[in-house]
Nanobody, 122 residues
Framework: EVQLQASGGGLVQAGGSLRLSCAAS????????VGWFRQAPGKEREGISC????????IYADSVKGRFTVTSDPVKNTVYLQMNSLKPEDTGVYYC???????????????WGRGTQVTVSS
């Protein structure tokens, strides 16, 4: 059974940092792009970053560019999202997902994990 699990969320003050992890079981990230999405209350799910296993190419949404960094550890089959200079508008449930292409659309992704809550206080 394919399972993805995001973890590492929590409560942090504005300006602080968090590192999220996305671990997979029953599934290898080989040849997939692992994306990070977030969903704030009352808003649509937003794609924020992706890293592709083939060449480690990455993309970022403008809203997080320069503050968030996505990396992968193929040995651990885990992808990380380092989030720095957090802002209250970064608050939401963060999800990881896997899909074949480098993209930030929900429709680009086939496999989804449970989310982790990130709350940034002002």
């Amino acid at each position: 059974e394919v399972q993805l699990q995001a973890s590492g969320g929590g409560l942090v003050q504005a300006g602080g940092s968090l590192r999220l992890s996305c671990a997979a079981s029953g599934f290898s990230f080989d040849h997939y792009c692992v994306g990070w999405f977030r969903q704030a209350p009352g808003k649509e799910r937003e794609g924020i970053s992706c890293i592709h296993s083939v060449d480690n190419s990455t993309i970022y949404a403008d809203s997080v560019k320069g503050r968030f960094t996505v990396t992968s550890d193929p040995v651990k089959n885990t992808v990380y999202l380092q989030m720095n200079s957090l802002k209250p508008e970064d608050t939401g449930v963060y999800y990881c997902a896997a899909g074949p292409f480098l993209g930030l659309l929900v429709s680009d992704y086939d496999h989804w994990g449970r989310g982790t809550q990130v709350t940034v206080s002002s």
